[in-house]
């Protein structure tokens, strides 16, 4: 069973940074890409960052040159480092996970997911 389980989420001021965990069991890592997606109040969730397994990588246009996602094999975790961060970046942040090896920023491509962790980013 894919279990994935997020940390890292908080409150921060404008132009403050957060990393954001994933930890993922329950599968092969080379069968699988993560992805990172957002929900603010109101909104539709959005992908955010996605990792494959061959180290490919995306990145929506809001989020570009301010989130790096990483991967480390060895801890079975996805880490989303967040820079620079603006209060429409507040949402609760999920990960997920596909299985397939390459990426895709939408929401239907994705089967297992997390419980969330909320981010709030204040002016």
């Known amino acids: 069973e894919v279990q994935l389980v997020e940390s890292g989420g908080g409150l921060v001021q404008a132009g403050g940074s957060l990393i954001l965990s994933c930890a993922a069991s329950?599968?092969?890592?080379?069968?699988?890409?993560i992805g990172w997606f957002r929900q603010a109040p109101g909104k539709e969730r959005e992908g955010v960052s996605c990792?494959?397994?061959?180290?490919?990588?995306y990145y929506a246009e809001s989020v570009k040159g301010r989130f790096t996602i990483s991967w480390d094999n060895a801890k079975n975790t996805v880490y989303l480092q967040m820079n620079n961060l603006k209060p429409e970046d507040t949402a609760v942040y999920y990960c997920?996970?596909?299985?397939?090896?390459?990426?895709?920023?939408?929401?239907?491509?994705?089967?297992?997911w997390g419980q969330g962790t909320q981010v709030t980013v204040s002016s």
């Open positions: 997920a996970a596909r299985t397939v090896y390459f990426c895709s920023a939408y929401v239907r491509d994705f089967g297992s």
């Open positions: 329950g599968f092969i890592f080379d069968d699988y890409a």
């Open positions: 990792i494959s397994s061959d180290g490919t990588t």
